[in-house]
């Protein structure tokens, strides 16, 4: 079975301090990809960034960045110089070829809220 | 726009009724996966179609059933709805699997009163 861990359920920082948010996996399979999503107040979930099994390069997309882990199962996001519209929840997702045919879930993270403010 | 359409947006019914969550997926996409996110159970899996054929089931009730039509649009029918039924329904759609990754309409929030 599949299984994600964010043990963190509420962060809260001042605008510009840099945040790190902590995704904890489980999966006996080998080929697998990890995800993380925001989801705003308005609800939709958007998605952040997807990285498969194999590649464990650490990667940047302006303020954010992920650091990938197999040696301890985890994939943590870091904010850098948080902003009051990074206020939101955060999910980290596994997905894995448990399913033949054309199709694997998402399992989530609860999930954790980040409080951005002034 | 994410190109997964869900309708409506949101929806108050009674307890005992029956209602349908629509869910379009992204152009080319096959799989249609279905979500169910409340408070207190966070963002579970329901069920998953690909190309009209169910191909995963989570934890979705015997209340609920769900289809997926021969254009690929997707429905999640909800019967017999309780108070705990009250949550945000996402559906999410994928090319194949998830090694492309899953978009993921801006959902449905279902009321149940």
């Known amino acids: 079975a599949q299984k994600v861990t964010q043990a963190q359920t509420e962060i809260s920082v001042v605008e510009k301090e840099d945040v790190t948010l902590d995704c904890v996996y489980e999966?006996?399979?080998?080929?697998?990809?990890l995800f993380w999503y925001k989801q705003p107040p308005s609800g939709e979930l958007v998605f952040l960034i997807r990285?498969?099994?194999?590649?464990?390069q650490n990667e940047i997309s302006g303020r954010y960045s992920w650091n990938f882990q197999k040696s301890t199962s985890s994939f943590n996001f870091t904010i850098t110089a948080s902003q009051v519209v990074d206020s939101a929840v955060y999910f980290c997702?596994?997905?894995?070829?448990?399913?033949?045919?054309?199709?694997?879930?998402?399992?989530f993270g609860t999930g954790t809220q980040l409080k951005v403010e002034l | 726009d994410s190109g997964v359409t869900q309708t409506p947006k949101h929806l108050i019914t009674a307890t005992g009724q029956r209602v349908t969550l629509r869910c379009s997926p992204r152009?080319?996409?096959?799989?249609v996966y279905w979500y169910q996110q409340s408070l207190d159970q966070g963002l579970q899996f329901l069920i998953q179609?690909?190309?009209?054929?169910?191909?995963a089931k989570g934890n979705i009730l015997e209340r609920f059933s769900a289809q997926q039509f021969p254009d690929l649009h997707s429905e999640l029918n909800l019967s017999s709805l309780e108070l705990g039924d009250s949550a945000l329904y996402f559906c999410?759609?994928?090319?194949?699997?998830?090694?492309?990754?899953?978009?993921f309409g801006s959902g449905t929030r279902l009321t149940v009163v």
């Open positions: 152009s080319g996409d096959l799989s």
């Open positions: 999966t006996r399979d080998t080929t697998y990809y």
């Open positions: 179609y690909y190309n009209g054929e169910e191909r």
């Open positions: 990285r498969n099994s194999f590649d464990e």
């Open positions: 997702a596994l997905s894995t070829t448990t399913f033949t045919g054309g199709g694997n879930k998402l399992t």
């Open positions: 999410a759609s994928s090319v194949v699997g998830g090694d492309y990754g899953y978009t």
